[in-house]
């Protein structure tokens, strides 16, 4: 078969990691995709891309500017890893060209925005793939197998904290911003995701939502290094951001989610915390309970049944005897049914964003749907505005008036900024 001919839109961090997954998915043997292009306004970051592409597919993509010149070179597919306010002017167009496209999350910066990707893939051929990563994770897939096969007996109650932050900028300015895409946002919409993959689908959200440090400072700027910088690829962007800036975007949130399932959940994420930081996943069952590790840490699940006492390691995998990774997460982590693993970091999320392709090159192919749809993607950024539309009213927020915008107070503001 041929390959598909692919193109990265918006080559800042992300882009390059994706470059580096795709990498990645190549040195294992699945050649699904060339690289042919590299697509963003700002040429410097394009040419940065195609230059470390080069070296590492032997050929340089086309560096280009907007879609037009993607067109004239001749693309199948993109991957659109811009900044949140472009992933549904992008997406849309390139649908309408009949270009299958993979979007970061978070899908659209609003509901509204990824209602209209989910409109625009609804009458188009092409396929849409939201790049959610975090479920990919080995280890999550093991304790969604754990789940499925009711280890704990049904779930009763989840909680998921996130803590820490103090006043330091989060990877770069915009994630501060709520016309760009707060961190409640970029942050909410991976738990929300892998919430969701867990325990099925949310029904109502409660929150109350703050903003505790509205001057955040941006270490790069002052010492040359950072502690928020994944994978290493934003170093010299950081160093050009100002020392300090105005944040506009909520940076807490302190929720109670019910689940269709009768769960419920309390979940916390707090990017402003000072003193001790925290980090917990805990689901309780009618039988046990399961601790998870943190996402891409390749850590331990720990269980603890009803008379049988705590179940973790390798012992896990006795009680999922069908557990198995599919073909491509099998090949890119040299095994298929994992309970722990161990590399660098920035191998990891490469490993997981190949993922991301092998999955959406399969889905190109017609041999299976694509697990991360639209729909999935808009229920995700959903649930981070449920946070912030009832933190704002004060009110429990059901997640179907989300999805069909009958509640967006806190939105509106930034849909009339998108022009939407
Ligand atoms: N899944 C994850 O773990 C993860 C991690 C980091 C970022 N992300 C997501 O990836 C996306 C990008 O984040 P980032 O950290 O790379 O941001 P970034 O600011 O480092 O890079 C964004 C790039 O997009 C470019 N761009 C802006 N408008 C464009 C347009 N119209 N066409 C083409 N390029 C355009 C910018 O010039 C820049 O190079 C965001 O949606 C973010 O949420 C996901």
Known sequence: MDTIRLAIVGCGGMGHRHMYG???????GWENFTLVGACDPVLDNAESLATK?????????AVVSNLDELAAIGVDAVDVTTTPPYHHTIAVETLQRGWHTMVEKPMGLTVRACNLIRSAADNSNAVISVAENYRRDPINRLAKALLDAEVIGKPRFL???TIGGSNRMLISVWRHQKDQSGVLLDVGVHYADMI?????????VYAQTRLHEPIRHNPAAVTGESGSNPAGVYTEWQ????????ATAEDAAYATL?????AVGQYI????AWGQGSWMRQIHGSQGSMALPGDRSGGLISLQINGQGTVTEEALLELVPDFHLDAVTTDLFGGNRLWQY???FPDTDAKIIAIEYGDFAEAIAGNRPIEVDAYQGTRSVAISYAMLESGVSGEIVHLDKMIDESINTYQQDIDAGLGI
Do not use: Q, W
Request: hydrophobic letters at 30%; a negative charge; aromatic letters at 10%.
């Open 22 to 28: 795709l990498a990645e998915l190549h040195r294992v």
């Open 53 to 61: 592409a080069e070296e590492r597919f032997g050929k340089k993509p």
């Open 159 to 161: 909680i998921h904290h």
């Open 196 to 204: 969701e993959y867990l325990l099925g689908d949310v029904e109502t």
């Open 239 to 246: 160093r050009k951001m100002p020392a300090e800036f105005e």
């Open 258 to 262: 019910t689940f269709k399932n009768g």
């Open 269 to 272: 994420e707090d990017h402003g």
């Open 342 to 344: 161990s590399f660098p």
